[in-house]
């Protein structure tokens, strides 16, 4: 993280929600709780995208800003299956402060995460690729690798989630080749049978006197956007 990083000024929320015995309990809370829930509101979500934007076009296209479009859409789909009672809320493109370096360099910022609504500062973070095929993998791994395990992403949460959009081919043969290529065990996870859908678990490395959990497990979803042949996936679960 760098000098920058030790040398910075405050932001609005930091100052508001500092490092004290709360927010502390804050984390040991999240730490404990489970992510099944946030994630079966990311399924369902992907279950409504797909229904109600996929159904309806051409995914054989090659289309422009894949990424950033999809997203965008997907956040609100999540959005739509929450009560709004929830002890959290999703939001599209959310900014890391934590891990930031000092102005004028850019904090990080999450495709989506759900923040904590009590503090803000506390989000669990979903990062997305688009996976042209299920060999196009480097980018997903970079993220994994430069971001996640070094806790400049999720630095709060112990767990949190990488999106694939496959464009095409197989999503079990993406699983094989990420454990291929990055040697990590990739685990099917019981709350999700029948969906494309594992996790992986990791050592990271925390900055010295960061109270980050060095504990992590990364979830990793695999959203299908279409059929080798064009059509739009129908799986069902």
Not at 4 to 18: A, I, K, M, Q
Not at 131 to 158: E, H, M, Q, V
Request: aromatic share 10%; proline share 6%.
């Amino acid at each position: 993280m760098g000098e920058g990083y030790l040398h910075r000024s405050h932001t609005y929320s930091e100052r508001r929600w500092p490092d004290t015995p709360e927010f502390n309990s804050v984390l040991r809370r999240l730490r404990a709780g489970s992510s099944v829930v946030l994630l079966q509101f990311v399924w369902r979500g992907y279950d409504a995208f797909r229904a109600g934007v996929l159904a309806q076009v051409d995914c054989s296209q090659d289309d422009e800003d894949l990424e950033r479009n999809i997203t965008q859409l997907l956040e609100p789909k999540i959005r739509e299956q929450m009560s709004g009672y929830e002890p959290f809320y999703v939001q599209h493109g959310p900014c890391e402060h934590e891990t930031r370096a000092a102005a004028p360099a850019q904090p990080p910022e999450y495709d989506i995460a759900f923040v904590l609504r009590d503090n803000p500062r506390v989000m669990w973070p979903l990062e997305a690729k688009v996976l042209k095929t299920d060999g196009t993998l480097w980018k997903y791994l970079t993220a994994i690798r430069s971001n996640f395990l070094t806790c400049r992403y999720s630095p709060f949460s112990s767990e949190a989630a990488m999106i694939g959009y496959l464009l095409r081919s197989s999503s079990e043969v993406v699983f094989v080749n990420i454990a291929r290529k990055s040697g990590w065990e990739l685990t099917p996870d019981r709350h999700f049978r029948g969906r494309d859908h594992r996790t992986s678990d990791h050592r990271r490395k925390v900055p010295e006197g960061k109270p980050y959990p060095a504990d992590f497990r990364c979830h990793h979803l695999v959203l299908k956007i279409q059929r080798d042949d064009g059509a739009v996936d129908s799986q069902q679960g």
